[in-house]
């Protein structure tokens, strides 16, 4: 089970505003000078479908951390037996935006995980007509008729940790580990554009990546004015590739912290923990996908460790890892990493 960092369990000291509505901001001081946490609960009446402008529901400074709940990527609505997604208002929900106060173009947010836990007792896993890495679609036609729609329930046991796989056409049943994550964190592209929550993209968005966890950082470019965070789809737990277009679906209850990095800029996200640097591709096709991942990979550990791009390229052939988090969006996303014992010191700022 993760746990909130020490910062994060300190004792409120000091409450600056404090509404008891639905979808209403709390604010608290923390025991850290200058930090806030700051309290958010998302509804289905109060979700976004797109990264883009819209007005914050609540504003965040640098170091502040952010206490909030997501729904599911189904809203929440299929409970049961005799269910169908037909009762789906909208896929991946997102809840936000979240303005933070100082990000401008040219910075950079990171967001540091502390704590993700499923927020109910039941994830949900379905695949559709025209949804899926083995299914027809326009982007991949094939001969033979549509898969069919199905929809598997999976009980969450907190205490264990575990979701409970139960086979539709056999008496099969299986735990499966809980790893919480985000699979939907992102924030509003550049060009005044706004993207579709199903899409990832170099502003995040459907990442679908199990590095979106807690013990990790995620860095995002800034492209507008408070950046305007998005997060949602909640998962409980998914296989490489997330091949038939679900995980294990889930609402959760996140805390993470935001930090603006001023004047360093970012062309697509990454990630980082205490033992690697994990740089992201976004793209189609699968190829072009990995090859930005590592060209990423390249540049951050010139950048920031002083080898040269050709060292870099060379050793990376050597010791990288690659992790192909989904293959079902209308862009695939590819995560190459380095262990941080392989590189040298990090360059003083």
């Known amino acids: ?39 958010y609960h998302a509804t289905i009446n109060d979700v976004k479908y797109t990264y883009g402008a819209a007005p914050p529901v609540a504003r965040l400074r640098s170091g502040d951390v952010l206490e909030t709940n997501t729904l599911d990527a189904f809203g929440n609505v299929l409970k049961g037996p ?26 950079t947010l990171a967001i540091k995980f502390l704590d993700l836990q499923v927020d109910g007792n039941q994830g949900v896993g ?3 007509p025209g949804f899926g890495a083995l299914n027809s679609s326009t982007y991949t036609p094939m001969l033979g008729p549509p ?40 924030v509003a592209p550049a ?3 706004a993207r579709s929550s199903i899409v990832p993209a170099e502003n995040g968005g459907n990442m679908d990546a199990p590095e979106a966890s807690a013990g990790n950082t995620l860095y995002l470019p800034v492209n507008v004015e408070g950046a305007l965070l998005y997060v949602g789809d909640g ?4 296989g490489d590739g997330e091949v038939d277009g679900t995980a294990i679906e889930a609402p959760l209850r996140a805390r993470m912290q935001v930090q603006v990095i001023k004047g360093r800029k970012i062309a697509w996200p990454r990630f980082e923990n205490e033992n690697s640097i994990m740089a992201v591709g976004i793209t189609r096709p699968l190829d072009d996908a990995l090859r930005v991942a590592f060209t ?12 040269s791009e050709l060292d870099a390229y060379e050793l990376l052939s050597k010791v ?30």
């Not at 269910?83 to 100082?102: A, C, H, Q, R, S």
């Not at 998962?235 to 998914?238: F, L, P, S, T, V």
């Not at 209308?330 to 941080?340: E, L, R, W």
């Open 235 to 238: 998962h409980a737990a998914m």
């Open 126 to 128: 379905a695949f559709a």
């Open 296 to 307: 990423q990979l390249i540049g951050w550990m010139h950048q920031d460790y002083g080898l």
């Open 191 to 193: 060009g005044g554009e």
């Open 320 to 349: 990288a890892k690659i992790h192909l988090d989904e293959m079902v969006d209308p862009n695939y996303v590819v995560v190459a990493s380095i262990d941080k014992k392989y590189l040298p010191a990090k360059k003083a700022k």
């Open 1 to 39: 089970m993760n746990t909130p960092s020490r910062a994060v369990a300190a004792v409120a000291v000091c409450v600056l505003g404090l509404m008891t509505a639905a979808g209403a901001q709390q604010t608290m001081h923390l025991g850290t000078p200058g930090a806030r946490l700051v309290k």
């Open 147 to 186: 898969l069919p729609e199905r929809i598997w329930y999976y009980p969450v046991d907190h205490a264990g940790s575990t979701a409970m796989f139960h086979a539709h056409d056999s008496n099969f049943s299986v735990q499966i580990p809980l790893h919480p994550f985000f699979g939907c964190i992102g």
């Open 82 to 107: 005799g269910d169908t997604l037909d009762m789906v208002k909208g896929d991946n929900p997102l809840t936000g935006p979240f303005y933070i106060e100082g990000a401008e173009p040219s910075d």
